[in-house]
């Protein structure tokens, strides 16, 4: 790793070690993919099929382009981050008595999940992360508003600012990906309308510290259902399970005993679980299942879970913020097959073609 890398940190929280694998992530630049540079768009393609993750580096210099004002506000550091992050420990307020409302046996809408209310694996092992989500049609009014903690309500504006931002740091990546999968102008952008319904979700994450003498798994290891992901987080703990042939970054330091790394699953299979670590102006990207279904499997969907946050870490409340984008509510799930490469893929089995909303 370089030098300059290893020196992106965020101030205010302790640093994330040098002592354990990190996932080998590209750097995307979002300044030259709004600049159509073509070197940029070919990094693009080639994380979305060989990893499925990328970071998207949003620091940019060109003050006049579209995304800059929103972006800038959407750094790791920047202000709308820490004004969520401030949200969020508000929120651990209401959270609570939401909590005691749900209890009273009012229905609400199962938007937030409690710590340890899910179970990991077959040893009945609890999670260690809350979250609450936000959906994208609630803000934008496109459906009824919900039930909401007040404070969620008190920030509808800046909640507004940030689903419009990350839909189109997302529409541009679609279009990139939309012409190197040679689909017709615009298809992929036209099933992800910002005002058509659909399932998108803002998700702000909690985990507490983990005791010293247990720490394991928060979140367990899942693909995203939706299209594409935009993820903020500032401490590590997600971990990405890398397919056999992408080699992990070795530690530039050996490993201290506090951090005891596991990096191979259960299967044995070549497979290995490493940390990503989290950069300052830059948003981590994945894609969900969604894009492997339209592409026919050109594109991948990596596996990823939490778990405690490595080496100094590991004493400090992680938080992250998520949007999850979906296709629209009315999209049947499928290999877009117009696209002769994407034909191709498929091939003539017949496949399962689901519901974006519904599932079925
Ligand atoms: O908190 C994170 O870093 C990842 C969360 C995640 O993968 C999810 O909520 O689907
Ligand atoms: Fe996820």
Redesign the pocket.
């Known amino acids: 790793m370089s030098p300059d890398l290893r020196e992106e940190k965020f101030p205010g929280i302790p640093p994330f070690p040098d002592s354990v694998h990190t996932a080998p992530l590209l750097r995307i630049s979002l300044y030259k993919l709004l600049l159509q540079d073509p070197t940029e768009q070919d990094q693009l393609w080639r994380a979305c099929c060989d990893l499925g993750f990328f970071y998207l580096d949003l620091r940019l210099s060109l003050a006049n382009k579209n995304l800059y004002k929103s972006s800038s506000n959407l750094e790791v550091d920047g202000p709308l981050f820490s004004q969520m992050q401030t949200g969020c420990s508000l929120l651990e307020k209401s959270y609570f008595s939401y909590r005691l409302k749900r209890n009273s046996g009012m229905n609400l809408p199962a938007t937030y999940k409690g710590l340890g209310s899910g179970v990991l694996d077959k040893s009945g092992a609890k999670d260690r992360?809350e979250?609450y989500n936000v959906s994208k049609d609630d803000i934008l009014g496109i459906s009824n508003a919900l039930p909401a903690p007040a404070m969620l309500n008190n920030h509808k504006p800046v909640l507004r600012s940030y689903i419009q931002t990350s839909h189109s740091l997302i529409s541009l990546i679609l279009g990139v990906l939309n012409k190197r999968l040679q689909l017709p102008e615009s298809r992929l952008q036209g099933l992800h309308r910002l005002k058509a319904a659909s399932g998108d979700q803002v998700?702000f994450?909690r985990a507490p510290p983990q005791p010293k003498e247990d720490r394991g798994t928060a979140?367990e290891g899942?693909t995203?259902f939706g299209s594409i992901?935009v993820?903020f987080?500032k401490m590590g703990?997600?971990q990405v399970r890398l397919p056999a042939g992408i080699e992990p970054i070795p530690p530039s330091r050996s490993n201290s005993l506090d951090t005891i790394e596991q990096l191979h699953g259960e299967n044995g299979d070549g497979e290995k679980w490493v940390y990503v670590r989290p950069l300052p102006g830059h948003a981590?990207i994945n894609l969900g299942d969604a894009m492997v279904k339209f592409s026919g499997g050109i594109l991948r969907s990596d596996i990823?879970?939490?778990v405690s946050p490595p080496g100094a870490q590991a004493g400090t409340t992680?938080f992250?913020l998520?949007y999850?984008s979906r296709p629209e509510d009315k999209v049947m799930l499928g290999a877009l097959k117009e696209s002769p490469l994407i034909a191709q893929s498929a091939g003539d089995e017949p496949e399962e073609v689901i519901n974006s909303r519904t599932g079925y």
């Open positions: 992360i979250f998700r994450l979140l899942h995203d992901t993820l987080n703990g997600l981590i990823h879970r939490v992680r992250s998520v999850f």
